[in-house]
């Protein structure tokens, strides 16, 4: 079983950044297709972007794309989500998650079989 912990969240001026942080404990004898998604207030969540497991691909949703980037730590099971230019559209509950089986990247949430707490980005105006 896997367990991830998101952290990093909190309060920023639009325009700021942030970086949030994900740590898998348990079942990491390999590396993970990881995720980003988030879910505002009274909307469905949506994806935000993907690593492969070997960090060397990456996909964005077009609304973060050019701004969000998504890395993984030295330790492979640690992935990173650096967000700049931040809008108050950004504001929401950020979740990491893992395919643990899958191959290449992964969009849909559907393919994603452990997430996280969420952590809580406000971006004011």
């Known amino acids: 079983q896997v367990q991830l912990v998101e952290s990093g969240g909190g309060l920023v001026q639009a325009g700021g950044s942030l970086r949030l942080s994900c740590e898998a404990s348990?079942?990491?004898?390999?590396?993970?297709?990881m995720g980003w998604f988030r879910q505002a207030p009274g909307k469905e969540r949506e994806f935000v972007g993907t690593?492969?497991?070997?960090?060397?691909?990456?996909y964005y949703a077009d609304s973060v794309k050019g701004r969000f980037t998504i890395s993984r730590g030295a330790a492979k099971n640690t992935v990173y989500l650096q967000m700049n230019s931040l809008k108050p559209e950004d504001t929401a509950i950020y979740y990491c998650?893992?395919?643990?089986?899958?191959?290449?990247?992964?969009?849909?949430?559907?393919?994603?079989?452990?997430w996280g707490q969420g952590t809580q980005v406000t971006v004011s105006s």
């Open positions: 998650a893992a395919d643990l089986t899958g191959v290449g990247i992964s969009i849909l949430d559907r393919q994603y079989d452990a």
């Open positions: 348990g079942r990491t004898f390999s590396s993970y297709i």
């Open positions: 690593i492969s497991r070997s960090g060397a691909s990456t």
